[in-house]
């Protein structure tokens, strides 16, 4: 299954880099179905797959201005990562900063700033123990 959720992600975002958002969002939606049952029976083992065709999903809602959808997907993966990244922070520390910047890129308010804030605090963190790795995009 991980394969082919990927492989529909993969074909979504070629398919929005030809600008046919329908079609990408239409496969972006069927890789989070099937991620989403996957995360129900097993969520350790398949939150980041879920997390990540939330987030793809949202970005892609924000695209065709539906924010309020993209909102929820966005806030659903942050919330997921936030508990993975108290229980492991150096395993998810990326995707929980990357959870914080798309709900703040989305949002456009003052917990858009908050949010900012922290997922910027934690890599002046991480910068501090690794400079190296945390100087990358």
């Given at each position: 299954a991980k394969y082919y959720t990927v492989n529909l992600n993969n074909l979504a975002d070629s398919l929005q880099d030809i600008e046919k958002i329908d079609e990408a969002i239409e496969l972006q939606k069927e890789?989070?179905?099937?991620?989403?049952?996957?995360?129900?029976?097993?969520?350790?083992?398949?939150?980041e797959n879920y997390t990540t065709s939330l987030n793809n999903l949202a970005i892609s809602l924000k695209e065709i201005e539906k924010i309020d959808e993209a909102i929820e997907l966005s806030q659903e993966a942050l919330e997921i990562r936030k508990e993975l990244y108290k229980e492991n922070p150096l395993k998810w520390a990326e995707a929980y900063i990357l959870s914080l910047n798309n709900l703040a890129y989305f949002l456009k308010t003052n917990e858009a700033i908050e949010l900012s804030q922290e997922a910027l605090k934690i890599t002046i963190e991480l910068y501090k123990e690794n400079p190296e790795r945390w100087t990358k995009y």
């Open positions: 890789a989070l179905e099937i991620n989403k049952e996957l995360y129900k029976v097993n969520p350790l083992k398949w939150s």
